[in-house]
């Protein structure tokens, strides 16, 4: 239950991010013009609070999970004794394309994508010796914060970039059409793509995490588990949030290390705090039953949290983002909750009736017709 349960938080927190660009005054245009876009820094402080406690935590908790249930995939296998990856490599040839999908027709910050290339190359890696598998841990964690820091230097010792928003695309999202945004994803592919990239070494370091961390018993009901999980918890929130609070109050100067890099340290306090409140629940309540069910269904609550936001804040759906500009943050609050209600209820309803969400049997089904096919050939 554990683990479903972190999915759950993670699919709900990831949103918790990602609403702010959505009902931004120029949509994801606003991310590549406003630098302030995604910053946390505002002048309401509730906003200031949610935005922080967000802002990058969830998609590293996502992140570590993915590398979790890559581990669990990697341990079923070898107990079949089939060959590794073997099938696992249309599974993550399938998810690209989902992501790509995902990126072009409905949202241009898509994860999907940079997961599918990450988990291939740690499936590689998980057939290699565990001396090989630490040395990469090692190195891509020290290479992203190498990479981090140089960036924070550039950007203490340059002088701010100036914004210079192209009127033809500040009003695309809030007045364009549907096919414009997307002739705009296309055209922008490679900067709206460019976090990813920049982050790769990350995204192969916190999918070892994920693996190291379930290979310890992390996520064990046992006393082992609980004792990781406290001292995640004092890792994560008693050094990594204080750390996290001194460099958003220091200004977009140290962006980069707030965004990229302590956000995965506190992310494992996060990890390690759900897990204790869970030790300490007799039954689950209604809550825990919706963020299991949407962690069941993760992959379909991911795309759909996204295409309901672009419908509601879109010029080319409702238009909220346009029409209640001058109600933020409230609204946006207010809009990531209703989301998250619709989604644990819709999500909850759904299982009662079917063992997998939508996205997820179509995964299933179309992974089981290309096996049967491969074998009558």
Known sequence: MLLDVLRGVAILGTLATNVWIFT????????????TAIAT??????????RFLANGKFLALLT?????????????AQRRGERWPGRYRWRAGLLFVEGSLHFLLIFAFDVLMGYAVAALVVAWLLNRSGRVQKVVFWTTGSLHLALMLLGTVALLAGPDPAANPDPALTGLFTS???LDQVRFRLDNALALRSEPILTFSLLLFLFLFGV???RAGAFG???????IRRRLVWYGLGVGLPLNVATTLAGPDLFLVDRYVLPALVTVGYLGLVGMLLDRLRRPGPVVSGLTAVGRTALSCYVLQNLVCTVICYGWGLGLAATLAEARPW??????????TGLTVGASLWLRRFQHGPLEALQRSLLTRRRTVAELG
């Open 24 to 35: 931004h005054p120029s949509g994801e245009y606003g991310v590549l013009s406003d630098a």
């Open 41 to 50: 820094l505002s002048g309401n402080p509730v906003e200031t609070a949610f």
């Open 64 to 76: 570590i999970l993915f590398g979790v249930g890559l581990a669990i995939q990697y341990h079923s």
């Open 176 to 178: 364009g059409g549907y």
């Open 212 to 214: 190291r961390l379930f």
């Open 221 to 227: 009901a046992d006393p082992t588990g609980r004792r």
């Open 331 to 340: 609204w946006v609050i207010g809009l990531w909750a209703a989301v998250c």
